[in-house]
């Protein structure tokens, strides 16, 4: 069988399976391993249900078997339920019977701990012999909306009814998988498939995602992100739901510090970064809301509106208050909402509509009239000064739909122009009008706000990037270097090999005789003196650097100063010597580091730089490789560096050779032959426009050699 063929295989046994072995199911109402049977039934699942439990003869009015083996039939899916410590024999069974995909709700595995990574290791050996799929453990379950699918112990899903609708979900909290049904539910929102992927054993996120996506009941793809575990998968999935024109959208627990530790524990995953995790998504196309209404409501914007790359929002409402509050909600998402230009001023006057350069388009009473409403609507919509309208109405939504809500349902089938709606009001039935026409209505201004956001930040995935002659430049330049923290000099070597240019710089011995007979005659006061030792990262933290030295008796005094303080403060280093540098002067310092993140990957890092560096929280941050025009966009983002951008008309920085040092630091990504885990240049000075950087200091350090 062909890997598409496999692929399909496992997608109708994961989520249209004839036959599903419950094992560990029970009898009693109160317990939770009775609720798949009973949710089974109750939504009309028309496959053969085979119940597991060697201490009943029926369940239900079903015949209840021992083990898999006694079935005697195939087994397309089974729903374990059983302890921990039985699952790695229980998963042996069900390879061994021909089961084609296993679903675990069991959980004590990974996320307790090391024992329960050895059991979690063990089951997943036990299926891979047996060819066996696995979703979980710690897996609320997988549900199929159309086949009445609910394999899951979630009590949500004992609702009478469940409408399905064009969403899939896919989340790493199997409570959510319920929350987030109930609220789609008081949404009119409903959803096609969905999967709690638990500890993602075995199938994650990615491979599920990528299932998902080729699904004809599906539309968007929803994500509840804790972390990320396999990012090639991922990489994958986002590449071909762009190819098929499907959204994926993801909320991602964890934004704050203490959040993102709990999500760590929660899931016993790698201690990922929050900030890589979010440039990661946004890198590989997929759509990132901050509020979890959003990720519900967005779906509908994201399905109908192409991306659009622009920031613009242009926000009109028949109620000042309802306007300010989505205004408010756009703004702190960083967009910029823009007033009417003169030429929307005088169409929309000569058609007897009057309206101001405010960056609110308030209609007030006088909006609630259709024709006003449908009127300033399409021009709005077709006029080139925005990126994107908000539609607000308020109380007339309620009462009166046929006065602002049924000009929109009339005009934005219209126009491509991303359309975003607003109700201040309750107002179901309108928000049915809306849903019902594929409009995007929100019922909270930050909801909307997040929405339009995460839709106009949107952008495609990059092609791939082949390996750099420069990379290979830096492999020869750390041939034969051993693992872990690199003396400085080799660090600089290795940012020489990717062209970036560092001061001229003499090495002097870490030795309390020196003098002056001991000092470069050619020396150019003022320097620099600096510790080199690969065992301090950070210079200034041990005392270990002297700025402004202007007189050889100067430089001496500096290096016995430096000397006393490394050995009273770090006594145990090692010291490879002083290092003296011309002392450079330029309109600002820059910090550029790359760290190979555990969970997504290569990163590379730009901050405003010096001492500074790690308080203010104003970085920007890019999967690796970077090309110059994302880098140039993060130099955009760092407010730090506003100086060197021509602000207030201050002298502009050579902000085009800072962004080439972003782009070769990136280029550490391609580096095969030794693994780079760590790299930093702090500072990076920026010298006037046209005259270029250099790299003051620099850290690099190197892990296990990759394989191969």
């Known amino acids: 069988m062909t890997g598409d063929g496999m692929t399909a295989s496992l997608s109708k046994a994961l989520f249209a399976p004839d036959s599903i072995a419950l094992?560990?199911?029970?009898?009693?109402?109160?317990?939770?391993?009775?609720?798949?049977?009973?949710?089974?039934?109750?939504?009309?699942?028309?496959?053969?249900?085979?119940?597991?439990?060697?201490?009943?003869?029926?369940?239900?009015?079903?015949?209840?078997?021992?083990?898999?083996?006694?079935?005697?039939?195939?087994?397309?899916?089974?729903?374990?339920?059983?302890?921990?410590?039985?699952?790695?024999?229980?998963?042996?069974?069900?390879?061994?019977?021909?089961?084609?995909?296993?679903?675990?709700?069991?959980?004590?595995?990974?996320?307790?701990?090391?024992?329960?990574?050895?059991?979690?290791?063990?089951?997943?050996?036990?299926?891979?012999?047996?060819?066996?799929?696995?979703?979980?453990?710690?897996?609320?379950?997988?549900?199929n909306m159309n086949a009445g699918i609910t394999l899951t112990a979630n009590e949500v899903f004992s609702l009478p009814k469940l409408e399905p609708g064009r969403n899939a979900l896919i989340s790493q909290s199997g409570s959510l998988l319920g929350a987030l049904v109930s609220r789609g539910i008081d949404h009119g929102i409903g959803f096609s498939k969905m999967?709690?992927?638990?500890?993602?054993?075995?199938?994650?996120?990615?491979?599920?995602?990528?299932?998902?996506?080729?699904?004809?009941?599906?539309?968007?793809?929803?994500?509840?992100?804790?972390?990320?575990?396999?990012?090639?998968?991922?990489?994958?999935?986002?590449?071909?739901?762009?190819?098929?024109?499907?959204?994926?959208?993801?909320?991602?627990?964890?934004?704050?510090?203490?959040?993102?530790?709990?999500?760590?524990?929660?899931?016993?995953?790698?201690?990922?970064?929050?900030?890589?995790?979010?440039?990661?998504?946004?890198?590989?196309?997929i759509m990132r809301v901050m509020q979890l209404e959003a990720l519900i409501e967005a779906s509908s914007l994201a399905r109908r509106r192409p991306r659009t790359g622009g920031r613009r929002v242009a926000v009109m409402s028949t109620t000042g208050g309802g306007g300010g509050l989505v205004v408010d909600a756009l703004a702190e998402g960083g967009l910029d909402i823009v007033a009417?230009?003169?030429?929307?001023?005088?169409?929309?006057?000569?058609?007897?509509?009057?309206?101001?350069?405010?960056?609110?388009?308030?209609?007030?009473?006088?909006?609630?009239?259709?024709?006003?409403?449908?009127?300033?609507?399409?021009?709005?919509?077709?006029?080139?000064?925005?990126?994107?309208?908000?539609?607000?109405?308020?109380?007339?939504?309620?009462?009166?739909?046929?006065?602002?809500?049924?000009?929109?349902?009339?005009?934005?089938?219209?126009?491509?122009?991303?359309?975003?709606?607003?109700?201040?009001?309750?107002?179901?039935?309108?928000?049915?009008?809306?849903?019902?026409?594929?409009?995007?209505?929100?019922?909270?201004?930050?909801?909307?706000?997040?929405?339009?956001?995460?839709?106009?930040?949107?952008?495609?995935?990059?092609?791939?990037?082949?390996?750099?002659?420069?990379?290979?430049?830096?492999?020869?330049a750390l041939a034969g270097v051993g693992e872990g923290h690199l003396d400085p000099r080799l660090a600089m070597r290795a940012m020489a090999a990717l062209g970036i240019a560092s001061p001229r710089s003499v090495m002097l011995p870490a030795s309390d005789r020196l003098t002056l007979a001991d000092l470069p005659a050619d020396l150019r006061y003022p320097v620099v003196a600096k510790i080199v030792s690969r065992d301090i990262p950070h210079k200034t933290e041990v005392g270990g650097v002297v700025l402004n030295i202007q007189t050889p008796e100067a430089l001496l005094d500096a290096c016995r100063a430096i000397l006393a303080r490394v050995r009273e403060r770090a006594p145990e280093v090692g010291l490879s010597g002083i290092e003296i540098q011309a002392q450079e002067r330029g309109l600002a310092e820059a910090l550029v580091g790359y760290v190979h993140d555990p969970s997504v990957g290569p990163m590379i890092t730009l901050a405003a730089g010096g001492i500074l560096a790690e308080i203010y929280d104003d970085f920007a941050i890019r999967p690796a490789p970077v090309d110059r025009s994302a880098a140039l966009a993060m130099i955009d983002e760092i407010k730090g560096l506003a100086t060197i951008r021509g602000f207030r008309a201050l002298p502009r920085g050579d902000v085009g050779a800072l962004a080439d040092v972003v782009v070769a630091m990136s280029?550490?990504?391609?580096?095969?032959?030794?693994?780079?885990?760590?790299?930093?240049?702090?500072?990076?000075?920026v010298r006037p426009e046209g005259e270029g950087v250099v790299a003051l200091d620099a850290f690099l350090s190197l892990g296990r050699r990759n394989a191969g």
């Open 340 to 476: 009417p230009d003169a030429a929307l001023i005088d169409r929309l006057g000569r058609k007897g509509i009057a309206i101001g350069p405010s960056p609110l388009i308030d209609l007030t009473l006088a909006g609630t009239r259709a024709d006003v409403y449908r009127v300033v609507l399409e021009e709005v919509l077709g006029s080139p000064h925005c990126d994107a309208v908000v539609a607000v109405v308020g109380s007339s939504a309620e009462y009166r739909a046929d006065r602002a809500v049924r000009p929109i349902l009339d005009v934005a089938p219209t126009s491509d122009k991303p359309l975003a709606v607003f109700l201040t009001p309750q107002a179901e039935t309108s928000h049915r009008l809306l849903r019902e026409a594929g409009i995007a209505s929100f019922r909270t201004p930050e909801s909307c706000g997040d929405a339009v956001r995460a839709l106009l930040e949107w952008s495609a995935p990059p092609p791939p990037q082949d390996p750099s002659n420069l990379a290979h430049a830096v492999e020869e």
């Open 667 to 685: 280029l550490l990504a391609h580096v095969q032959n030794v693994h780079v885990t760590e790299a930093e240049i702090n500072p990076v000075l």
């Open 23 to 143: 094992i560990g199911a029970s009898g009693d109402a109160d317990k939770h391993t009775s609720l798949p049977q009973r949710f089974l039934r109750q939504h009309g699942y028309r496959g053969e249900i085979y119940p597991i439990n060697p201490r009943r003869s029926e369940i239900m009015g079903l015949p209840a078997f021992p083990d898999v083996a006694s079935v005697g039939r195939p087994i397309d899916h089974a729903f374990i339920m059983v302890a921990a410590e039985s699952v790695p024999a229980v998963v042996a069974q069900c390879g061994a019977a021909g089961v084609r995909c296993a679903t675990l709700l069991s959980a004590g595995f990974s996320e307790i701990g090391e024992q329960g990574r050895e059991l979690q290791a063990q089951t997943v050996a036990n299926a891979r012999k047996g060819h066996l799929r696995l979703v979980g453990p710690n897996s609320m379950g997988v549900v």
């Open 195 to 285: 999967v709690s992927v638990g500890n993602e054993a075995d199938l994650g996120v990615g491979e599920i995602g990528s299932m998902l996506v080729e699904d004809p009941d599906t539309d968007v793809v929803l994500l509840f992100l804790e972390t990320i575990r396999d990012a090639d998968s991922m990489r994958a999935m986002a590449r071909r739901a762009h190819e098929l024109g499907k959204p994926i959208i993801a909320y991602r627990l964890g934004r704050s510090r203490i959040g993102e530790k709990l999500a760590q524990s929660h899931t016993g995953a790698l201690n990922a970064n929050g900030a890589s995790i979010d440039a990661f998504l946004a890198d590989i196309g």
